[in-house]
């Protein structure tokens, strides 16, 4: 654990730390507790995560036309405007929006605010504004597209001098409205967006990473088999992440998968979130070695343990339930650290 600070004059580092100590035992307490009497929860989510694409039959699209050449190694770049940037700098980036319907649309292009919600990119509806979107402009801001036809806007990004350091989200949105009926009726509003990542800061671009957990290995409540891990983003970027599993040495030297990782697509500065993989049920139970390798863009890293699935019909260990308090207990350790760091520097 890292070494902490000292509290002030009126508290002691030991004492400071003593509380510490006794609320991070608390919660692994609690965790072993679940492990101990939960019974395994089945997880099933598909979280609404804003993609950007170009247009299918009959719709509209956006994609992004400009890649800097130090980023075009990095698959994310193509699709997402992601950059590091200093208090005072600008930038512009061309984004062509498409449409397959057979009727021109009318499209106002905007910025807005995004953020990260349990594990994915969500854009904010319609014009909310956030401190990034007050530094955007899209221009042209209107435009009509003809059927089968494409147009293109610029987006500039221009950092105030006075900006604060850190990761900022935001979205830029082409969006059309259906024509209302005469006397009034339903509007349908149909949107597109382009993901921003801007990291504001002197200096080269804050580092990536990531660290994967251990490995456990349990059954869904049907049965299937299931190997659950968390990642932590350790780094100072954002992270839009995706993975597999690998089985090898198993029974009789079997191989299995890959098979997906089922992860939160955007893990948050600091965040934690559970990683599960669904095996194919008529697996036998073990031993195995497994190998999960995720990665974000360039960045990638694996972990591997030996695993051994319970028997069809155990229970087996309640990864779900591990797998929260695990994240809550993370987020409580680095929540104090912050505390501490924040008393110490007021305190001096």
């Known amino acids: 654990m890292p070494r902490l ?27 072993a507790c679940a492990a101990a009497v939960a019974a395994p929860v089945s997880e099933s989510s598909a979280a609404q995560v804003m993609r950007t694409s170009a247009a299918t039959a009959g719709g509209m699209g956006a994609q992004l036309l400009d890649v800097p050449r130090a980023a075009s190694g990095d698959p994310r770049s193509r699709l997402y405007i992601i950059a590091h940037l200093h208090p005072g700098a600008i930038i512009r980036r061309r984004i062509e929006i498409s449409n397959t319907t057979a009727s021109s649309l009318h499209i106002v292009a905007y910025p807005a605010a995004a953020t990260i919600s349990k594990g994915a990119f969500v854009g904010a509806a319609a014009h909310t504004p956030n401190e990034l ?12 597209v003809p059927p089968g036809g494409h147009a293109i806007a610029t987006v500039t990004i221009a950092v105030p001098r006075n900006a604060p350091p850190g990761e900022q989200l935001g979205v830029v949105w082409a969006e059309t409205r259906s024509a209302s ?19 504001v800061g002197a200096g080269g671009q804050p580092a990536p990473g990531f660290s994967i957990g251990a490995l456990t290995a349990g059954r869904s409540t049907d049965g299937q088999p ?22 090898s040495a198993g029974p009789a030297g ?49 972990a591997s343990g030996a695993i051994d699935f319970p028997a069809t019909g155990s229970q087996g260990p309640p990864y779900i339930i591990i797998a929260g308090l ?23």
């Open 5 to 31: 600070p000292p509290s002030g004059p009126e508290h002691g580092h030991g004492r400071g730390a003593a509380r510490i100590t006794q609320v991070i035992r608390g919660a692994l307490a609690a965790v």
């Open 133 to 144: 979107s007050t530094w955007i402009s899209v221009a042209p801001a209107a435009f009509d």
């Open 326 to 348: 695990l994240t809550l207990l993370f987020m409580i350790i680095a929540g104090l650290l912050v505390f501490r760091r924040r008393r110490s520097s007021a305190a001096a």
């Open 181 to 199: 009926a005469a006397g009034g009726g339903v509007i349908q509003v149909s949107r597109v967006g382009i993901r921003i990542y801007l990291s």
């Open 254 to 302: 079997q191989s299995a998968g890959p098979f997906p990782a089922n992860l939160g697509t955007s893990l948050a500065i600091g965040a934690t979130e559970p990683v599960t993989i669904v095996l194919n049920g008529g697996l036998p139970d073990g031993p195995w070695h497994a190998l999960v390798t995720l990665r974000s863009g360039l960045l990638e890293h694996s």
């Open 226 to 247: 299931v190997v659950l891990a968390s990642v932590h983003n350790t780094g100072g970027r954002v992270l839009e992440m995706n993975g597999a599993l690998d089985l």
